[in-house]
């Protein structure tokens, strides 16, 4: 199975901007999947950062709210994430997930994942 493809990753100054993009791998039912952009730092767990569902809804981490922009285009099985008013604490590796469930009160992504794409905040 052909993972997903992040890119748009680099290095920006704190206050920057950034737009992350995410080429699926699979178009199949890809309009009625919920997608996700996760983030992991150095020695930390990996956190979801924004999701879109399948309707256009959007749910994001307390800590980017206002920040960060989650968006898909179904047609080019593409997730985007614009990255606005960039701080050092944003520096990790950013990853997307194209299939992802609601457990609860959670967001859970099936394990499938690309390699990322680096973003370092730093002046």
């Known amino acids: 199975q052909v993972r997903p493809v992040e890119t748009g990753g680099g290095l920006v100054q704190p206050g920057g901007s950034l737009r992350l993009s995410c080429a699926a791998s699979?178009?199949?039912?890809?309009?009625?999947?919920?997608l996700g952009w996760y983030r992991q730092a150095p020695g930390k767990q990996r956190e979801v950062v924004a999701v879109?569902?399948?309707?256009?809804?959007?749910d994001y981490a307390e800590s980017v709210k206002g920040r960060f922009t989650i968006s898909r285009d179904d047609d080019k099985s593409s997730i985007y994430l614009q990255m606005d008013s960039l701080k050092p604490e944003d520096t990790a590796v950013y990853l997307c997930?194209?299939?992802?469930?609601?457990?609860?009160?959670?967001?859970?992504?099936?394990?499938?994942w690309g390699q990322g794409t680096q973003v370092t905040v730093s002046s």
């Open positions: 879109i569902t399948s309707d256009g809804r959007t």
């Open positions: 997930n194209v299939d992802m469930y609601r457990v609860g009160s959670s967001w859970v992504p099936v394990d499938h």
């Open positions: 699979e178009s199949f039912f890809f309009s009625y999947k919920n």
